[in-house]
């Protein structure tokens, strides 16, 4: 059991293991400190010319705050390995008060050549944000946590709210059926693997062409998609170029247009997004760019064909730092309900119906 | 004795001879009769024309003068920038033949570019490519590298199984389960991450891997 090794102190496999287990480094007046951790299963071993590292830390954090805790972001880098990136293990929907105690599970895996030895710790896990209840924010904020944290926090207060609604107008059964509905958008969504290259170009012998984006306009959006266009060739697709209006009243800061593709046969799934960083006053244009290719590859079958694109206006946020996100009649469309995920909020009730049914996911609700 | 001719005698009148001539005809008209008349002569017909030449006709018409002056003026430059054209190719022949030149080596430029993209094998040209795209120039003469080997061959990808940051054939993998609640998330600023409710614990988890502009 994992939530047993949670409890232990750091047991370390092996001796010679010692030397590359994870440095974690929190700041001295971070609302979070480490009180256990647990790399049981993780082990270094050669394989072939090259050595992999397969690292599983479970770590018991303990909330040191005033405040109750809704997200937190940890920032894991790997210099030795990959100087040019590094990931992030980010976890939302939470509602840790003071000095409680919660997990936190980081299972990664390093492969390097055996020639490149290491000189030191491979592994570094670092604190990047913690969001708290009155949506204030602590941390470095490198990856942009603070944004993420808070549309998260947006989302899920949103699903929770329209699930009492709908437990308020329609009583317990309203409720299951809606939570039905939604594990059967699940399983009918398409989910493809992507990989992504950036300034890349297409490495299809396809010929490359143009595509304009065709636009969803939600009724509420506080910005306008005008004209868009990107390159496709095959199974890629790149270099978005977007043009956008401000039909708000108030400045706005960030912005991201969902990019949902369609094959030749008519199936359509959600890309990606396509983020901007701007200043956009009321009633102004801006034109969006980026440089980046997807490709999505598929593991048998026939090869996808990219044919159409629709583009769609996922979240705003204001200069003032207010967010907009779509809302739920927004997400109710046809188009959108095919291709959006539910949203982490939604995926988590989701998954306490499966296990707690009906009356579990209402007092959970409730606790909110 | 040898008298000066016409010419001399008649230069000698109105004073125009050089100095050793001057001195020398003089020293002969002094002593010659005939050519004392001779010079008596010129200097009445000189008279005679000065006073004719002091008075201007009465039907002088100056605007047509003018504009006869002005036409020969006219004519005049016209005809110097004929003389000029005519004289420049002669002059202008080393320029032409040097903007021939750069385009000979411009066309065998081009020929050799496109002979050496075309030849060029994939995984080089991408490595060009790339190198190319991490130099800017900023100002003349000033070039901009990015800081270290940055976003060159850096891959970012997220399968069923994992995420996964590849570089020169290193990788750092962020491992979820294997789970149809897994959703992909793809950010063109370079970030990729799926989005699963762990089943230990409950929470929910978003990992994500970013390249190094992000």
């Known amino acids: 059991m994992r939530s047993s090794r949670i409890l232990g102190l750091t047991l370390v496999s092996s001796a010679a293991f010692a030397g590359v287990l994870p440095k974690i480094d929190l700041p001295k007046d971070s609302p979070v400190a480490v009180i256990a951790s647990d790399y049981g299963e993780s082990n270094e071993t050669a394989r072939g010319g090259a050595m992999l590292l397969d690292l599983h830390a479970a770590l018991t954090l303990r909330n040191s705050s005033q405040r109750r805790i809704r997200g937190i972001t940890f920032l894991v880098t790997a210099q030795e390995v990959t100087p040019g990136g590094k990931g992030s293990v980010t976890v939302t929907s939470l509602d840790v008060g003071p000095f409680e105690t919660f997990p936190l599970h980081i299972d990664l895996r390093l492969l390097r050549p055996l020639q490149a030895s290491s000189s030191g710790v491979p592994v570094q896990i670092g604190l990047d944000g913690v ?96 004209g868009g266009m990107a390159r496709i060739a095959g199974n890629e697709a790149r270099a978005p170029r977007l043009e956008v209006m401000n039909r708000s009243d108030r400045p706005i800061r960030y912005l991201e247009i969902g990019w949902i593709l369609e094959d030749h046969g008519g199936r359509q799934f959600l890309a990606g997004s396509v983020p901007a960083e701007l200043n956009l006053a009321p009633g102004q244009k801006s034109q969006i760019l980026e440089n980046a290719t997807l490709k999505f590859p598929t593991r048998g079958g026939a090869p996808l064909a990219i044919e159409a694109m629709t583009g769609f206006v996922s979240s705003v946020e204001f200069a003032d730092g207010s967010l907009w996100i779509p809302s739920r009649t927004d997400l109710g469309t046809p188009q959108l309900q095919r291709v959006m995920a539910p949203s982490g909020e939604e995926q988590r009730l989701i998954q306490i119906y499966r296990k707690k049914g009906l009356q579990g996911l209402i007092a959970e609700l409730n606790k909110f | 004795m040898k008298h000066p001719n016409q010419v001399q005698l008649a230069l000698w009148s109105g004073g125009d001879l050089g100095l050793w001539d001057r001195w020398r005809t003089g020293r002969h008209v002094a002593g010659c009769a005939s050519c004392a008349s001779e010079v008596q002569a010129l200097r009445a017909a000189r008279e005679q024309v000065r006073e004719v030449t002091a008075q201007l006709p009465d039907n002088l018409n100056w605007n047509q003068l003018a504009e006869e002056m002005t036409a020969n003026v006219r004519v005049g430059l016209a005809a110097g920038e004929a003389i000029a054209r005519f004289d420049k190719p002669a002059l202008s022949g080393r320029p032409r033949l040097g903007w021939n030149a750069a385009m000979v080596i411009a066309c065998a430029t081009v020929v050799f570019g496109a002979a050496f993209w075309i030849n060029l094998p994939r995984p080089q040209m991408d490595h060009l490519l790339s190198a190319l795209g991490r130099v800017r120039v900023e100002r003349i003469g000033k070039l901009v590298q990015h800081p270290a080997a940055a976003t060159e061959d850096v891959m970012l990808e997220a399968s069923s199984l994992s995420l996964d940051l590849s570089q020169n054939g290193r990788t750092l993998s962020l491992m979820h389960p294997h789970s149809d609640g897994v959703t992909v998330s793809v950010s063109m600023r370079g970030s990729v991450g799926v989005r699963y409710v762990d089943a230990d614990t409950g929470q929910v988890t978003t990992n994500k891997v970013y390249d190094a502009e992000q």
């Open chain 1, 131 to 226: 969001l708290f209840d009155d949506l204030s924010f602590y941390g470095a904020d490198k990856l942009g946590s603070r944004r993420t944290l808070t549309l998260n926090e947006f989302e899920a207060r949103r699903d929770r709210k329209y699930f009492k609604s709908l437990v308020a107008e329609g009583g317990p059964e309203r409720l299951r059926r809606e939570i039905l509905e939604s594990m059967d958008h699940s399983v009918d969504r398409p989910a493809l693997d992507v990989q992504m290259v950036r300034g890349g170009r297409a490495t299809n012998f396809e010929p490359e062409k143009q595509v304009q984006f065709a636009f969803l306009r939600l009724p509420d959006s506080p910005v306008d998609p005008m």
